[in-house]
């Protein structure tokens, strides 16, 4: 059984930041890619960040670049996306995603593409 769990989502002003964690669990994820999702209130899911356990610089949307990075630690089965000069236009809930395959990450944007989802974490960004 997959499960994957977000944590770190909370309130934080206009240009602050916070880090997401999501700790992945049972099976082995090094031929997986993972993603990270949001969907505020009224929204279609939409995709943040994208990076392969193997490796290699993570894939971003055009939205996030500059101020998102996302990371993995493979010894721990989590990734992370640490948030920096958050806006007001961030605030969603945050979900992480695995899907098969791990050398086919970048361009990887579609929800359909990720099959194990976490539950979600809330962000919000005041202004």
């Known amino acids: 059984q997959v499960q994957l769990g977000e944590s770190g989502g909370g309130l934080v002003q206009a240009g602050g930041s916070l880090r997401l964690s999501c700790a992945a669990s049972?099976?082995?994820?090094?031929?997986?890619?993972m993603g990270w999702f949001r969907q505020a209130p009224g929204k279609e899911r939409e995709f943040v960040a994208a990076i392969s356990w193997r490796g290699g610089s993570p894939y971003y949307a055009d939205s996030v670049k500059g101020r998102f990075t996302a990371s993995r630690d493979a010894a721990e089965n989590t990734v992370y996306l640490q948030m920096n000069s958050l806006k007001p236009e961030d605030t969603a809930v945050y979900y992480c995603?695995?899907?098969?395959?791990?050398?086919?990450?970048?361009?990887?944007?579609?929800?359909?593409?990720?099959?194990?989802w976490g539950q979600g974490t809330q962000v919000t960004v005041s202004s």
């Open positions: 049972g099976r082995t994820f090094s031929s997986y890619t």
């Open positions: 995603a695995a899907g098969s395959g791990s050398s086919y990450y970048i361009g990887r944007t579609k929800v359909a593409e990720y099959r194990y």
